[in-house]
Structures are given as structure tokens and as C-alpha cells.
Antibody
Framework: EVQLVESGGGLIQPGGSLRLSCAASGFTVSSDYMSWVRQAPGKGLEWVSVLYSGGSTYYADSVKGRFTISRDNSKNTLYLQMNTLRAEDTAVYYC?????????????WGQGTLVTVSS | EIVMTQSPATLSVSPGERATLSCRASQSISSSLAWYQQKPGQAPRLLISGASTRATGIPARFSGSGSGTEFTLTISSLQSEDFAVYYCQQYNNWPPAFGPGTKVDVK
């Protein structure tokens, strides 16, 4: 059974950094494509970043240069390093297993972790 | 960038009735469209990919149709567990983008 469990969210001041984790089971993160998708409180969904099985990474313009997606194959875990955080980054962050057909859609999602950027 | 729109914003339906949700892309996306269901406090769940292919374990009462710029999600007979927000998402053009959602609530 595919499971994704995020952790690492919390309250952080503007300009601060945070690292999110997503522990996977039931499949191998390094053999699949993996993404982060976020949802601001009461709002819709926004794709943030993708990590290909081959190691390539891509980002939404809103986070490019500030966020870094990575994985630890030995721990079967995906990460999102978030630097220079802004109030508009406040959201629930979901990790999602990603399917490729032209671009990306998402077949399994974690339960999410809330990041609140506020002073 | 492709802009996704969904209508209506809210759809009030009685249990057992049919629900028809619309999704429109600002330019053609072929059949590169997915639908997701999200219940309060839960993660989204993939319902449909490729505009019309049900994901694993999705009941047959959910069906998707359309191509190009106009898409439809139909729930043939609403069950109590189907009251939720539904999002469409295009994955044909960069960046992948979601619609604003349609909330299906009890009439």
C-alpha cells in the first residue's frame, strides 16, 4: 500500500528557513517522480516542485531560487528545503507521487503539513 | 500560462441525483486533464486522468469527458461520501495548473 507521511511544518518568521520531509512506503521514491503541492488556507492547489527519478528538478516561478527539492534514497524520503520564507508561502504542503504524461499529475498524496509564515 | 476555470463555484445536489461539473482551459490541452476530490481536512484524491480514465478504486459513478478546452466530470448518482470540493488540473502546458474548484454540497 502506498503511503506518504509529511512532517516538519510549523510557525516560522518571514525570512526564515524550514525543511519539510515526506516519508514514503509501498514504493521506492528514487524510482518514481515526486512533487510538492501546496494549498493556502481556504484556497486552491498550487504545484510547487518536482523531482524526477533521474534527479532533474523543476520549480514554480513563485519559489524558484528559494526552495530546493531533494531525496534520501536510503530513507525513502523526499524533502523540501524552504529558504527566505514569505507570508504568501503560508500553506498546507502535500507531497505527492507524480505520474508523467506530457507534464505531471498526482496519484497518491500525503496528509499534508502546515507551514505558517508570520511574525 | 494556461488558466483553468471551473463552474459552477458551488453545486447544490440532492443525494441520488446527477451532478455535472465543468472545467475550461484557456487554450487547448488535448486530453491532459485530471480531476481530484478533496474533503475537508483531507488530501486531494485522484479521480480521473487523461480526461476520462478512472484511477484505481474509483467507483464507476464518476466519469470524465471532453478534450481541447472543455471538460466535464459527471457523478451519476450522488452518494453521501461524494459531497466535497472537486478540482481539475491541466498537465499539457507549463506550468501544471489547477482550477479553483467546485464545491458540491447537499441541497
Amino acid at each position: 500500500e502506498v503511503q506518504l507521511v509529511e512532517s516538519g511544518g510549523g510557525l516560522i518568521q518571514p525570512g526564515g528557513s524550514l525543511r519539510l520531509s515526506c516519508a514514503a512506503s509501498g514504493f521506492t521514491v528514487s524510482s518514481d517522480y515526486m512533487s510538492w503541492v501546496r494549498q493556502a488556507p481556504g484556497k486552491g492547489l498550487e504545484w510547487v516542485s518536482v523531482l524526477y527519478s533521474g534527479g532533474s528538478t523543476y520549480y514554480a516561478d513563485s519559489v524558484k531560487g528559494r526552495f530546493t527539492i531533494s531525496r534520501d534514497n536510503s530513507k525513502n524520503t523526499l524533502y523540501l528545503q524552504m529558504n527566505t520564507l514569505r507570508a504568501e508561502d503560508t500553506a498546507v504542503y502535500y507531497c505527492a507521487r507524480t505520474r508523467i504524461s506530457t507534464l505531471y499529475y498526482f496519484d497518491y498524496w500525503g496528509q499534508g503539513t502546515l507551514v505558517t509564515v508570520s511574525s | 500560462e494556461i488558466v483553468m476555470t471551473q463552474s459552477p463555484a458551488t453545486l447544490s445536489v440532492s443525494p441520488g441525483e446527477r451532478a455535472t461539473l465543468s472545467c475550461r482551459a484557456s487554450q487547448s490541452i488535448s486530453s491532459s486533464l485530471a480531476w481530484y476530490q478533496q474533503k475537508p481536512g483531507q488530501a486531494p484524491r485522484l479521480l480521473i486522468s487523461g480526461a476520462s480514465t478512472r484511477a484505481t478504486g474509483i467507483p464507476a459513478r464518476f466519469s470524465g469527458s471532453g478534450s481541447g478546452t472543455e471538460f466535464t466530470l459527471t457523478i451519476s448518482s450522488l452518494q453521501s461520501e461524494d459531497f466535497a470540493v472537486y478540482y481539475c488540473q491541466q498537465y499539457n502546458n507549463w506550468p501544471p495548473a489547477f482550477g479553483p474548484g467546485t464545491k458540491v454540497d447537499v441541497k
